[in-house]
């Protein structure tokens, strides 16, 4: 084994940006394999597993559970997702609800440079369409 090819838990850390608890929580509940040791115990990570846990940080910020990604996570590089039925219509229904989401926001973004333009410090009302369609009212002073 080739030590230029591992990595400690702190450097695997570092490159991927996720907390060593994490890592080790990733471990434990089987989102990662359990990892190599070295003599001491120390665990050793590769760049397979660098590469997975930027995957696992991606989905994560789409707002995919830990066990949504599960399944995604046991495919290889080389797998082709149309072979697999359930995930392609998971990833294609979980890709239209972050499109929902990305709209949504946009429209706040709108209506807040509308109030910029018009000079408002505080907007009045703000209503907002969407599925958390609300009235918002900001208190005067």
């Given at each position: 084994?080739?030590?230029?090819?591992?990595?400690?838990?702190?450097?695997?850390?570092?490159?991927?940006?996720?907390?060593?608890?994490?890592?080790?929580?990733?471990?434990?509940?089987?989102?990662?394999?359990?990892?190599?040791?070295?003599?001491?115990?120390?665990?050793?990570?590769?760049?397979?597993?660098?590469?997975?846990?930027?995957?696992?940080?991606?989905?994560?910020?789409?707002?995919?559970?830990?066990?949504?990604?599960?399944?995604?996570?046991?495919?290889?590089?080389r797998s082709d997702l149309m072979d697999f039925p359930e995930l392609h219509d998971m990833i294609?229904?979980?890709?239209?609800?972050?499109?929902?989401?990305?709209?949504?926001?946009?429209?706040?973004?709108?209506?807040?440079?509308?109030?910029?333009?018009?000079?408002?410090?505080?907007?009045?009302?703000?209503?907002?369409?969407?599925?958390?369609?609300?009235?918002?009212?900001?208190?005067?002073?």
């Amino acid at each position: 084994m080739n030590e230029m090819d591992t990595y400690s838990i702190k450097e695997t850390a570092d490159l991927t940006g996720i907390a060593v608890d994490t890592l080790r929580y990733y471990e434990k509940i089987s989102l990662l394999p359990r990892a190599d040791r070295k003599p001491n115990s120390h665990r050793i990570y590769r760049d397979d597993d660098i590469q997975t846990l930027k995957l696992i940080a991606c989905l994560k910020k789409t707002g995919m559970s830990l066990d949504e990604m599960k399944p995604f996570l046991s495919l290889t590089t080389r797998s082709d997702l149309m072979d697999f039925p359930e995930l392609h219509d998971m990833i294609v229904n979980h890709k239209r609800k972050i499109e929902s989401q990305i709209a949504s926001l946009q429209e706040v973004v709108e209506f807040i440079d509308s109030k910029l333009i018009q000079g408002e410090a505080v907007p009045q009302n703000c209503t907002l369409t969407g599925d958390r369609s609300r009235k918002l009212s900001v208190r005067k002073p």
